[in-house]
């Protein structure tokens, strides 16, 4: 009976001395596979992307990157929402080609936020404002006009966050279009 109780014993020390084994290879293979993505590190293999693949350019899914690649987007959405409302405020003519200086612009804009010029590029990116220039530059594009593309209604209506990181914000189609 002793025999059979010390081989079983046996057995069990074998069996956690293995387990603990197996643990520390695992620990080990996972230290070795994040020092091939560390830059740093002497084992460091740099990686290969596919520029043509659906995840290039994307975070992880379900990241903290993700995440705030999601809300970074309905808060740009709400700043181009903004900027075409402060230009309708500031606006003249007749809907939907309303436009104004890039200059009067400029000071209104100030007042509120200074990504003028960046939420104007995004702005035409989606089709929402035209102006002369691949540019404008405060004091030498003054007089150039911005000119709105769509109603502020219409604006309201089809401007939306999508929710993805990479193109965070899309027209949908009105009413009429469908």
């Known amino acids: 009976m002793e025999q059979v109780l010390a081989k079983k014993a046996a057995e069990r020390r074998r069996g956690s ?4 084994v197996r643990m520390f290879s695992d620990i080990v293979a996972k230290t070795e596979e994040e ?14 992307y596919d520029k043509n693949s659906e995840d290039y350019g994307r975070p992880p899914p379900g990241s903290k990157t993700e995440r705030r ?7 740009v959405c709400r700043e181009v929402l903004f900027l075409m409302e402060k230009i ?13 200086s890039f200059g009067k612009l400029f000071y209104t804009y100030a007042l509120y936020s ?3 010029v960046g939420m104007l590029l995004r702005a035409r990116k989606y089709g929402l404002v035209t102006f002369e ?3 404008l530059y405060q004091g ?4 150039k006009l911005v000119v709105m593309m769509m109603s502020i209604e219409e604006i309201r209506e089809r401007l939306k966050p999508t929710g993805d990181p990479k193109a965070c914000i899309t027209l949908v189609q ?3 279009d469908l």
């Open 17 to 20: 001395v293995l387990n603990t």
């Open 35 to 48: 020092l091939k993505r560390d830059p740093g590190s002497a084992t460091y293999v740099e990686p290969k």
């Open 69 to 75: 690649g999601i809300k970074a987007g309905y808060h």
């Open 88 to 100: 309708d405020e500031n606006a003249e003519g007749l809907a939907p080609h309303r436009y104004v």
């Open 114 to 116: 200074d990504k003028l």
């Open 133 to 135: 220039g691949e540019m």
């Open 140 to 143: 030498q594009d003054n007089q």
């Open 174 to 176: 009105g009413n009429a």
